[in-house]
């Protein structure tokens, strides 16, 4: 679940485990949806994005699954490695509502070597 | 390493400072914008361009003035900020303004305001 405050949710995982990251999204009007990681002292770096008509994408190592039902987005890393600790950002937008994305709290993931 | 770049990546300035920060893209992409992240929190944002000209403005008090002298830059402009207002700046450009397409960030300008 999603804590408030100062704590970031934390998913820890071993090294070359499946990392499974979930989010809740608020609007069922949003039809596009965006991951970004973000490593310490650095931006957001774009991962990967699906758009409402698709229910699964897949790019190199993550795939992103779209439950728009329950209004649920989850990012799957493959092979999790050191570097992919960062915080994880899932972010909605509403097609035409340009800058309009709506980041979630964001979960922090931790690979034990 | 990002395609957007923001100057500078440190900033220190007293309440009664006024200073600006820049940000630059050469992607040809007509959107960009401003965000401001706290500590632990995902980022807020602040203000919109679209084709250089301001879209969205979410609520932000005018101490915060923003610029968009061409399409490659957007700046940021302070004055009598509070210490409340230290954060990380960040600055995002995306292809369209009307279609869906992800934004991408630059590293931030992180501001201390003492």
């Known amino acids: 679940g999603e804590s408030v405050g100062l704590h970031l949710p934390t998913l820890s995982v071993q090294e070359g485990d499946n990392s499974i990251i979930n989010c809740a999204y608020s609007?069922?009007?949003?039809?596009?949806f965006i991951w970004y990681k973000q490593e310490s002292g650095k931006g957001p770096q774009f991962i990967i994005d699906i758009r409402s008509n698709m229910d699964k994408r897949q790019g190199q190592r993550v795939t992103v699954l779209l439950n728009k039902t329950v209004k649920h987005l989850s990012l799957q890393i493959a092979a999790t490695q050191p570097g992919d600790s960062a915080v994880y950002f899932c972010a909605e937008n509403r097609w035409g509502s340009q800058g309009n994305l709506i980041f979630g709290k964001g979960t922090k993931l931790s690979v034990k070597p | 390493d990002t395609e957007v770049t923001q100057t500078p990546k440190h900033l220190v300035m007293g309440m009664t400072n006024k200073k600006s920060l820049k940000c630059e893209q050469h992607?040809?992409?007509?959107?960009m914008y401003w965000y401001k992240q706290k500590a632990k929190k995902p980022p807020e944002l602040m203000f919109v361009y679209s084709y250089e000209k301001l879209s969205i403005n979410e609520s932000v008090p005018s101490r915060f003035s923003p610029e968009c002298p061409n399409s490659s830059l957007l700046n940021l402009h302070l004055h009598a900020l509070q210490p409340e207002d230290s954060a990380l700046y960040l600055c995002a450009s995306s292809a369209s303004p009307t279609f869906n397409s992800p934004l991408h960030f630059g590293n931030g300008t992180r501001l201390t305001v003492t």
């Open positions: 992607m040809g992409h007509r959107a």
């Open positions: 609007n069922s009007a949003s039809d596009y």
